[in-house]
């Protein structure tokens, strides 16, 4: 079981932090420097319920546009609506100010099987 | 997001390659080249041109050279603009077609001498123009070189540019629009003409990488953009794309392809029907055709009721029946709205008509409206 705010990843580049029941989503350095500019982002609004495996939104760059993905079930408690307005925050921190939704969840299971930060790093290193 | 792809092997380096990656440039294969395609942010490079100063490395373009005779009537044959009846020290900008009229590339041939060219073209479609071009000849004597990989080709852009050359050389800074120098340093060849791709005054070089006097010059050149602090900055492909974008610039493969003709394109001022000279030119007979029946589809801006991106491919809806293709689009830098160009139905086309765009899971609203987006 993940500690209090210990991140986990995907191979999709999300990451989950777990505090209590509630789970704050983003997406890593890696994959802000490999969309570039971000330009747009639409999140679920809070109340939507979410499955695992499920897209939480939308994040649009320069480049394309990206689904973002849950790794757990839940309801979605907050939307980050400072990237919203100001898109280009989760360029600039993508770890902290520019996180992307919460969610409250019943299962903190599903991240056990999520990478580690060490792990996630070594496969994904930020050029 | 989806996980990456795996890198590709084996692409070309510009003479700038390492200047770029010393730079921090995020680097990608762009026709077979590694390129930067940024160095950090593509809108803030994007804006550094329009308000100052931008370096673009555009030597993957390729640059071809034809001496000889009958150098002059073989590109009068081959491309939609008067070549040989241009002077010195001029450059046009001309579409090579196919017989259908369609687009195999978009160049600028420049006028060296009465015997001597240089056309630079998309570095997607050198090889396929040199395929073209030979099996075009015939039995015209002119001498066709590939010197893409023996010079390099630098584009300034941006207000503060012009300013900055005049600083060293008045001859520079005096050229006209579409016209060009040369100058032969120490043994170092360079050809300097006022064009670019952006929609900001400027100048494109290109220098000779052959021997040792080109590599130490350039290396000479490429330090001393250090000492330029924030007047010129180096700019990637991602900003050179949303550049062309707003002002309205055709990008092969995406405006003009084989399949579309330059006057659905709104390239007429690129085609010379007819020539003065009586040449005529490949394609000549199916553009005089389209210019008599009018394209059916024509080629518009488009504004977005939205701040996502159109993207190429996307379908363009006027009261819910499909009429036309987006061909690209972006969150235009200089203006904060959702640019595109589209291809519509003619019947769609006029400035204000509102039309919808599919961007995949929901519809947006789009007016049509002028182009260029942008104008210095």
């Known amino acids: 079981m993940p500690s209090v705010n210990e991140r986990r990843f995907t191979e999709s580049h999300e990451w989950f932090a777990a505090d209590g029941g509630v789970v704050t989503v983003g997406i890593t350095p890696y994959a802000t420097n490999e969309l570039t500019d971000i330009t747009y982002v639409e999140m679920k609004p809070a109340g939507t319920q979410v499955v695992a495996g499920e897209a939480l939104g939308e994040v649009e760059s320069v480049k394309t546009a990206s689904d973002i993905f849950s790794a757990v079930s839940g309801e979605i408690v907050e939307v980050n609506d400072a990237v919203s307005a100001d898109p280009a925050l989760l360029n600039r921190d993508p770890l902290g100010a520019g996180w992307l939704v919460r969610i409250r969840v019943d299962d903190l299971s599903p991240l056990e099987g999520l990478l580690d930060q060490d792990t996630y790093d070594e496969r994904h290193p930020v050029d | ?376």
């Open chain 2, 1 to 376: 997001m989806t996980p990456s792809p795996a890198p590709t092997a084996a692409l070309k380096h510009t003479p700038l390659h390492q200047f770029h990656v010393d730079q921090g440039a995020k680097m990608v294969d762009f026709a077979g080249w590694d390129m930067p395609l940024h160095y950090g942010s593509i809108i803030d490079e994007h804006t550094q041109v329009r308000t100052r100063g931008g370096l673009f490395d555009v030597s993957h373009m390729g640059r071809l050279m034809f001496t000889g005779r009958d150098a002059g009537p073989f590109l009068d044959r081959v491309c939609t603009r008067a070549i040989q009846s241009m002077t010195d020290g001029q450059a046009r900008y001309g579409i090579i077609c196919n017989e259908q009229g369609g687009c195999r590339d978009d160049v600028l041939v420049y006028r060296l001498g009465e015997t001597e060219y240089l056309m630079v073209c998309n570095a997607s479609n050198r090889a396929k123009l040199l395929e073209h071009f030979a099996a075009v000849k015939g039995d015209d004597v002119f001498r066709l070189e590939d010197t893409t990989e023996s010079t390099a080709m630098i584009a300034a852009q941006g207000p503060e540019i012009m300013p900055l050359i005049a600083r060293h050389s008045t001859e520079i800074a005096e050229l006209k629009r579409y016209r060009f120098i040369r100058k032969n340093i120490m043994g170092l060849k360079v050809l300097v003409s006022r064009t670019g791709y952006t929609g900001e005054d400027g100048v494109e070089v290109i220098v000779s990488t052959d021997g040792f006097v080109a590599r130490t010059a350039l290396k000479m050149f490429l330090k001393e953009l250090d000492d330029l602090g924030d007047t010129v900055r180096p700019t990637g492909l991602g900003a050179r794309d949303s550049l062309r974008l707003e002002s309205a610039m055709a990008l092969y493969g995406h405006e003009i392809t084989e399949d579309i003709d330059p006057l659905s394109a709104g390239l007429g001022f690129a085609v010379t029907l007819p020539k003065k000279s009586g040449d005529r030119f490949i394609g000549q007979d199916a553009l005089e055709r389209i210019q008599a029946d009018g394209p059916a589809r024509t080629l518009v801006g488009l504004s977005l009721d939205t701040r996502r991106a159109a993207r190429q491919g996307m379908t363009v809806r006027a009261g819910g029946n499909d009429t036309g293709v987006v061909t690209s689009g972006c969150l235009s830098p200089t203006l904060g709205t959702s640019i595109a160009m589209a291809y519509v139905d003619r019947a769609h086309a006029a400035e204000g008509t509102t039309l919808a765009v599919d961007l995949g899971r929901q519809e947006v609203g789009a007016t049509v409206v002028g182009l260029p987006f942008y104008t210095r």
